[in-house]
């Protein structure tokens, strides 16, 4: 159970200096849309879950607020800043980096901020990557792009040589986007920065597009892909209706979650079926979802099938499941297996049909952030600004039910994100395609 240790954010040393932004915040108190800086926000959000811990109010567990604080650690004057971004692309990214620049520059003056390129491996000599200076001229419309300016690897480095980079360069800040794997390693990075005495302070904008981030409402850049998928599914719905037999199958990104194949299919609803990591589904039997899927066909003349690329691994059988260079599980390709035995069930049963099949993969990270995105990126990056600024450390910045908060990293990577069975978004997808709650 999470307790105050594990919301507890660690912080470089007391905050000496007057902010720029201090007199706006005078008259701060804690609303609906504002909490004063220290005051906390529950973690528990329901009575069951409040009174199951059976302490008094002041000491439930809370987080940390967002927000610019009247005070901060470090001399806007003499600060440097470094910005890395780690993992796979996610619409929105260049909109952190455009916000983290802005809010730098424009409400703190700081001027010295620097881009690592391509993920860690920028501060890594052996790469021989150059560090980019970022101001608002460099950043001002990289917002209209997807993808990264600074470029993006995966892959282990060494956490002492990121350190050595840092000291060369006389960081004081480095911010960190990327995902649970980028969340890992910036942790050893603040680890070695500990082991050497250093005051540098290191805050994470959590990224990815599965949204597989723990304890935060959304990650940003989902919106975005989910969008995009919505795309393909309408595609797939179009070709299903306009042939005898049709059936459209989709596989989506998401890894081990399978969010955005629920929510694309929740706000387009063409779809049929929905495959997810999370629930095992039978294929053959007259339980399995290829004799479901041939009644469907049948009755209906057309289906169309959404399927999350880490749903049915157990049906791969040739399947080595290798790793990236970030130790990710390398996935069977779920995809061309059910078109396969899709077509083959239909051809047995002698009912007429025409597979078309979709992946839009990569096509739906590497877009630019729809507005909600951008303005959410925006968001992120003023709350990162403010928690580094005020010597926060060792933490991500995120929105929790609605509230910024201080997330520590630890409690970030403690566990993934995942679509729940007996959740309500799993119950309206199940209502919203009409499929049984299980294929056995
Ligand atoms: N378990 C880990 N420990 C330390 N560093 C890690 C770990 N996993 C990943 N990293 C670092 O984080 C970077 C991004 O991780 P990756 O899993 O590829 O993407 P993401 O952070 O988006 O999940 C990698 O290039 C690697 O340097
Ligand atoms: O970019 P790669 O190495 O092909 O990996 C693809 C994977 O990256 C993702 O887009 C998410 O990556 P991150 O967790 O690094 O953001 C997954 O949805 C997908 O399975
Ligand atoms: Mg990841």
Request: charged share 25%.
């Amino acid at each position: 159970m999470i307790g105050h240790e594990d919301l507890a954010v660690r912080t470089l040393g007391p905050c000496r200096i007057d902010s720029p932004l201090a007199e706006r915040l005078a008259a701060r108190e804690t609303t609906q849309h504002s909490v004063v800086e220290d005051d906390r926000i529950l973690f528990d959000d329901t009575l069951s879950m409040a009174g199951v811990r059976g302490v008094p109010v002041g000491q439930l567990p809370s987080l940390e607020p967002g927000g610019p604080r009247q005070r901060i650690y470090f001399d806007p004057a003499k600060t440097r800043v470094g910005i890395v971004t780690c993992g796979g692309l996610c619409p929105g990214l260049n909109d952190v980096i455009r916000g983290l620049v802005l809010e730098l520059c424009r409400h703190y003056g700081v001027r010295r901020i620097v881009g690592f390129r391509n993920g860690y491996r920028g501060f890594i000599p052996h790469y021989g990557e150059d560090v980019v200076d970022l101001s608002p001229e460099v950043v001002q419309h990289i917002d209209d792009e997807g993808g990264t300016i600074l470029g993006t690897s995966r892959g282990m480095q060494d956490p002492e040589e990121i350190v050595d980079a840092l000291e060369r360069l006389a960081i004081n800040i480095l911010f960190v986007i990327g995902g649970d794997g980028t969340i890992r390693g910036a942790m050893e990075v603040v680890r070695v920065i500990g082991e050497r005495g250093l005051k540098i302070a290191v805050v994470g904008v959590p990224k990815t597009i599965d949204n597989d981030i723990p304890y935060i409402d959304q990650s940003f850049g989902f919106q975005t892909a989910m969008s995009e998928a919505t795309k393909s599914i309408h595609a797939a719905s179009v070709e299903a209706r306009s042939a005898p037999g049709g059936v459209g199958l989709v596989k989506l990104m998401g890894r081990h979650s399978g969010f955005i194949a629920c929510y694309s299919t929740l706000a387009k609803d063409d779809a049929d079926y929905v495959l997810i990591p999370e629930v095992p589904f039978a294929l053959q039997g007259e339980g399995g979802f290829l004799e479901h899927l041939r009644r469907r066909v049948e009755d209906r003349g057309h289906a169309v099938v959404v399927v999350a690329e880490g749903a049915g691994q157990e049906h791969i059988e040739e399947h080595e499941p290798g790793r990236d260079a970030s130790g990710n599980v390398r996935l069977g390709d779920i995809g061309r297996l059910m078109r396969r035995l899709i077509t083959e069930h239909l051809d047995d049963a002698k009912v007429e049909n025409n597979v078309r099949y979709f992946d839009p993969s990569y096509a739906i990270r590497s877009v630019p952030a729809n507005p909600y995105d951008s303005a959410y990126c925006l968001r992120l990056a003023h709350a990162a600004v403010h928690a580094a600024m005020a010597g926060r450390t060792e933490v991500i910045v995120a929105r929790r039910r609605r509230r910024f908060v201080h997330i520590p990293m630890a409690l970030a990577v403690s566990r993934r994100n995942h679509v729940d069975p007996l959740g309500d978004l799993w119950m309206s997808v199940l209502e919203a395609t009409g499929q049984p709650v299980r294929f056995e």
